[in-house]
């Protein structure tokens, strides 16, 4: 049995940084995207960034050169590095991770605030 496990959330002050890790367990075969999304309250679910198989990457514009979205496809792995973080910024933070073949994994969310 799968499971993706996102961690790393966690409270901080705006301008400050914190990296999310995300794991799966189990077998995965032909993983070809990994990102991350993010749900405020009262909000949809919205795309933080995502990479593909092959280092292509896409990021949501309003994260663009604060977040930098990175794998480690031995580890079945993904990281989001969040930096020069805002309150807006302030969400739970889902991992998904898609395979070649369409099956879809979504880890339990891991909160992120952003506050003084």
């Known amino acids: 049995q799968v499971q993706v496990v996102e961690s790393g959330g966690g409270l901080v002050q705006p301008g400050g940084s914190l990296r999310l890790s995300c794991a799966a367990s189990?077998?995965?075969?032909?993983?070809?995207?990994m990102g991350w999304y993010r749900q405020a309250p009262g909000k949809q679910r919205e795309l933080v960034a995502r990479?593909?198989?092959?280092?292509?990457?896409d990021y949501a514009g309003s994260v663009k050169g604060r977040f930098t979205i990175s794998r480690d496809n031995a580890k079945n792995t993904v990281y989001l590095q969040m930096n020069s973080l805002k309150p807006e910024d302030t969400a739970v933070y889902y991992c998904?991770?898609?395979?070649?073949?369409?099956?879809?994994?979504w880890g339990q969310g891991t909160q992120v605030t952003v506050s003084s």
């Open positions: 189990g077998t995965i075969f032909s993983i070809y995207v």
């Open positions: 990479i593909i198989t092959g280092g292509s990457t």
């Open positions: 998904h991770m898609g395979t070649a073949t369409g099956s879809h994994y």
